[in-house]
């Protein structure tokens, strides 16, 4: 399930064409990742509800949590994007369900986000119960060209 302030129905074909115009027309390789995904999103559309990133979190962390299943906040190139406050509403509320946090019900964090000392795209980890320290994993291209994994 995911959330965005104005969400793009891809199933209509309007939308669809609009989300395709804003990928250069040089890019050939990034348009066939956006038509496959045009067509997964046909297939299968996905949950997007029209919230806040931060109200979405807080909401979504809120809700009951199964035993066996990993609650996971994933996000990809939009923290730069996110306001000051709603950064924080978010970090307050993972810490918040990460000091809840079990082997039965934990909690991760996954985030491709730009580096903005170095400018790298850096997919970075935390995993609760015991996620004090966030592993760098992998540099990556933030339209999925590419993953360079690190060694660990």
């Given amino acids: 399930m995911g959330c965005d302030q104005a969400p793009i129905d891809l199933t209509n074909p309007d939308s669809a064409l609009k989300l395709r115009s804003y990928v250069w027309p ?6 066939g990742r ?5 067509e997964l999103a ?3 559309p996905p949950q997007v509800v029209r919230q ?39 970090t307050s509320a993972m810490e918040l369900a990460a000091a809840d ?3 039965e019900r934990p909690l991760a964090w996954v985030k491709l986000e ?16 015991g996620g004090e ?8 291209h933030p339209h ?4 360079e994994w690190l060694d660990r």
């Fill in 52 to 90: 806040d990133a931060g109200d979405f979190v807080v909401e979504m962390l809120r809700a009951p949590q199964e035993s066996g299943v990993t609650r996971v906040l994933y996000h990809s190139i939009v923290w730069q994007y996110i306001p000051d406050a709603t950064q924080a509403a978010i």
């Fill in 101 to 103: 946090a079990t082997p």
């Fill in 114 to 129: 730009t580096n903005r000392k170095t400018f790298r795209h850096e997919l970075r980890f935390r995993y609760w119960p």
């Fill in 26 to 31: 040089d890019a050939s390789e990034r348009m």
């Fill in 133 to 140: 320290q966030e592993a760098l994993l992998a540099c990556a």
């Fill in 144 to 147: 999925g060209a590419w993953v």
């Fill in 42 to 44: 046909r297939q299968s």
């Fill in 34 to 38: 956006v038509d496959a995904a045009i």
